[in-house]
């Protein structure tokens, strides 16, 4: 008996995963990924980091001028 019930607990296993893998894409087909998690958030996303970081590099060059050639800097020509 306990080889029956072995024996039909693998084909059991296997349908119920292939159901559940048939519900979970229908889910997510019917229901998509918020915006974050999309391809135009991401762009997005990535967009405002490029302006953040242009705008930190913007300041911090600004305050390099505003204080002096740096040590550092010395050497190199001025713009």
Not at 34 to 61: F, Q, T
Request: proline content about 9%; aromatic content about 6%; some cysteine.
């Amino acid at each position: 008996m306990r080889d029956v019930v072995t024996a039909l607990a693998m084909p059991a296993v296997m349908c119920a995963s292939g159901i559940y893998a048939a519900a979970d894409a229908w889910w997510r087909r019917r229901r998509p990924s918020p915006p974050p998690y999309s391809h135009a958030g991401r762009r997005l996303a990535g967009e405002r980091a490029v302006a953040v970081a242009e705008a930190v590099v913007a300041d911090e060059y600004a305050l390099l001028s505003a204080a002096g050639r740096p040590a550092g800097l010395a050497g190199r020509p001025a713009d």
